[in-house]
């Protein structure tokens, strides 16, 4: 059986919508696509964000998750000089 193929035995098997291990895939991988705005990139690594790290349904992104959200906002913006400006400034 292929890994494609037993992550979607488990999907159909524990109703989740999304495993966690697919989310934080989804996450570490995004990048800014070319006619996404910084807001729409900002709300898109967000909503990733929050898929990747809930760890209890409404307990929201912890401190060390908003670290790594910061991060892959900054690497993965399109605009260079930005991105450097964001990490160096580290909101």
């Given at each position: 059986m292929t890994y494609t193929e037993l992550m979607t035995h488990m999907e159909r098997r524990f109703a989740a919508r999304q495993l966690r291990e697919i989310a934080l895939?989804?996450?570490?991988?995004?990048?800014?696509?070319?006619d996404e705005s910084i807001e729409e990139w900002a709300f898109r690594i967000h909503?990733?964000?929050?898929?990747?790290?809930?760890?209890?349904?409404?307990?929201?992104?912890?401190?060390?998750?908003k670290d790594q959200m910061i991060l892959r906002?900054?690497?993965?913006?399109?605009?260079?000089?930005?991105?450097?400006?964001?990490?160096?400034?580290?909101?």
């Open positions: 895939l989804h996450f570490q991988n995004a990048r800014q696509e070319g909503h990733l964000a929050l898929y990747a790290f809930e760890q209890v349904l409404g307990a929201g992104i912890w401190h060390g998750e906002f900054c690497t993965g913006c399109t605009d260079r000089a930005a991105g450097l400006h964001a990490a160096k400034i580290h909101p």
